[in-house]
T-cell receptor, first 113, second 110 residues
Framework: KAGVTQTPRYLIKTRGQQVTLSCSPI?????VSWYQQTPGQGLQFLFE???????NKGNFPGRFSGRQFSNSRSEMNVSTLELGDSALYLC????????????FGPGTRLTVL | DAKTTQPPSMDCAEGRAANLPCNHS???????VYWYRQIHSQGPQYIIH???NNETNEMASLIITEDRKSSTLILPHATLRDTAVYYC???????????FGAGTTVTVRA
């Protein structure tokens, strides 16, 4: 079974730009969660989508948004990039039902200049 | 979610058992204990989880105290590839948010 894939793996943007990251979950998984990892704040939860609906949301500003498609693939968008948005963005997939562990992708390394 | 406390770092000799402690003294009855690890530059990897009974799988064993206020992850025969940051997380079933703390940086030495 193929694992979670994230594209692109690396990205460089400048302040003020916007960026879209993509995540393809494990086949059959309906839940996709997004996390931001920085050296200072560690791993922080952004949001979770299940069956195209946002089910959980972390404490991030509205510049961070996401969506999920009918095939469970998910995209995350960050608008008006700030230097502090430089981070490793991870997505995790799970079946979406109780007890199941989350499987993480390799992440997208975003650098904002 | 209950918060967890882990030592910031620990060393382990290759081939020996690594015992990673975690304190979760405010855990609720409906919260599970999960362990993940993150090898440098990779996404976190699920290891094991449990509610109140001890659990074992091909990667590790999880020992939870009777009062559930602490737990220990045991890597039975540590290898160099087990060098990683290990995260102990408590969460309610059906809550898909994982709250990661700082974790324990485990270094396995030859």
């Amino acid at each position: 079974k193929a694992g979670v894939t994230q594209t692109p793996r690396y990205l460089i943007k400048t302040r003020g730009q916007q960026v879209t990251l993509s995540c393809s979950p494990i086949s059959g998984h309906r839940s996709v969660s997004w996390y931001q990892q920085t050296p200072g704040q560690g791993l922080q939860f952004l949001f979770e989508y299940f069956s195209e609906t946002q089910r959980n949301k972390g404490n991030f500003p509205g510049r961070f948004s996401g969506r999920q498609f009918s095939n469970s693939r998910s995209e995350m968008n960050v608008s008006t990039l700030e230097l502090g948005d430089s981070a490793l963005y991870l997505c995790a997939s799970s079946s979406g039902f109780s007890y199941n562990e989350q499987f993480f992708g390799p992440g997208t390394r975003l650098t904002v200049l | 979610d209950a918060k967890t406390t882990q030592p910031p770092s620990m060393d382990c000799a290759e081939g020996r058992a690594a015992n990673l402690p975690c304190n979760h003294s405010t855990i609720s009855g409906n919260e599970y204990v999960y362990w993940y690890r993150q090898i440098h530059s990779q996404g976190p990897q699920y290891i094991i989880h449990g509610l109140k009974n001890n659990e074992t799988n091909e990667m590790a064993s999880l020992i939870i105290t009777e009062d559930r206020k602490s737990s220990t992850l045991i890597l039975p025969h540590a290898t160099l590839r087990d060098t990683a940051v290990y995260y102990c997380i408590v969460r309610v079933v059906n809550d898909y948010k994982l709250s990661f703390g700082a974790g324990t940086t485990v270094t396995v030495r030859a």
